[in-house]
């Protein structure tokens, strides 16, 4: 886990990792990727638990069947809360997201730029579709920042991506 200290704030993530940390799965592009997610999340977030004082926290996400299992702990490894939330409700949005991020990789040496950029909207509007679910399935427990849940819809993303068979949704 990495700790930064670029936002005052308590009420953010100071740490964030993954379990399984580097499933079978996951090629270079897909580390590299994580890598960057998490570097940009503990730059600039905001993570405010329901009924805590103040962090800052670190947060470890993990895939059990078809739950995000959320584990939040203070720097000091303090417990805050522990969520189990289900995915059946992000599963079309990761198909959707997975088939465009396909698509403009795939597209990226062959179309023009403004198709490119067609491409992208696509997948910039299905991303802001699974920030906004993950924000409002997590507002009893944390609140956080449109920011922060683009970043952690990615992650979530990745994760599944890892761990699920291919084929499956």
Do not use: W
Request: charged share 25%; glycine share 6%; net charge neutral.
């Amino acid at each position: 886990m990495i700790c930064a200290t670029t936002t005052p704030s308590s009420f953010r993530l100071c740490a964030v990792s993954l379990d399984p940390p580097h499933a079978s799965k996951t090629d270079s592009a897909q580390q590299r990727e994580q890598g960057v997610v998490i570097s940009d999340l503990l730059d600039n977030n905001i993570f405010v638990p329901a009924e805590h004082g103040g962090g800052p926290y670190r947060l470890v996400l993990a895939l059990k069947d078809r739950y995000l299992g959320l584990s939040v702990a203070t720097e000091r490894g303090a417990h805050v809360l522990s969520h189990h939330l289900s995915l059946t409700s992000f599963r079309r949005l990761f198909k959707d997201y997975s088939l465009v991020c396909e698509s403009f990789a795939n597209a990226a040496a062959r179309l023009t730029p403004d198709r490119l950029e067609a491409i992208d909207m696509g997948r910039r509007a299905i991303h802001d579709e699974g920030s906004e679910l993950l924000r409002e399935r997590l507002k009893s427990k944390v609140e956080i920042d449109q920011e922060t849940a683009r970043r952690l819809f990615t992650l979530i993303h990745l994760l599944v991506s890892q761990t699920l068979p291919a084929g499956a949704d």
